[in-house]
DNA sequence: GCTATTATAGGGTCATAAAGTCTTTTATTG
DNA sequence: CAATAAAAGACTTTATGACCCTATAATAGC
């Protein structure tokens, strides 16, 4: 029960690109030079990210990725969705149906984080943001 | 990022010890029974919760586990905890130190699902409870 | 004190998922 | 068409989850 280092990834290059690319698209070289992770592994997760309409790909010279949304309306639970999935976090073994005593309180559970992650806007940080590294 | 189907077994476990096992202790036998699981599996899983402090174990002919604690006080975060470890789901892989914005955010969606967790206590769902299977 | 019962501890196995690499293909600019 | 950059797929390696097996320790009842 963790999340995984690619959300972590996903997160720090959103961050970035929130803060400092306004319009110019960023290639994911320069992202993983400043992120310290293999172009080709940190390219899977902006594929992810591309797919799941947050960002925008250019391919070709000068290419790269950009936002595609408003700033404004990319919250943390969109990034952690677009990498991790929206499986549920808990499955009953059981299965009892709807009325999975167990499964409602957790499923509960999870929705009271996944709410607060969906009203934290990744752009609220950006005015903190000093830079990876 | 699943909880893991051990902490599945234990919430049922403990479901059981609550619902129906007052003051007999219950064998582990009896128990993976009715969980549909093995006995050495299971075993490992109660022994968490005895250094949990949330069951008592008492080895020996008519043996078992009972529970520890008063009922009502046993959460479901209490059973989590036990089995899952007490860490942190995410952990900034650059960790720039406790001002970290994006472990800040993460950190307190965490705070607010353990929050809920902590309030809902096992024993509320004792009533409903009509038997595992 | 002996035996049956029951928990505890530790290691071993197997499957799946995460983390990461390499190579090929496709798209774009100039 | 040449250089650049993303996308896709296959592959390796490592870590974790989900189990099983066996030996050891504790206790109750005889
Ligand atoms: S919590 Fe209750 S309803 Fe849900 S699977 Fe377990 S026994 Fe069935
Ligand atoms: S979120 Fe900011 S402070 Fe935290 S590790 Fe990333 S760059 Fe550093």
Known sequence: MKFSQATDYALHAMLYLVSEAPDKPVSVQLLAEKLGVSQTYLSK???????????????????????RRNREDISFLDIIHAIEGTASL???S??????CLIQQVVIEAERQMEQYLQNKKISE?????????
């Open 90 to 92: 808990f499955e009953c």
């Open 45 to 67: 997760m902006l594929t992810k990210l591309v797919k799941a309409g947050l960002i925008q790909s250019v391919s070709g010279v000068n290419g790269g990725y950009r936002l």
């Open 125 to 133: 940080l950006a005015g903190q943001f000093k830079g990876i590294g």
């Open 94 to 99: 059981f299965n009892h149906g709807s009325e």
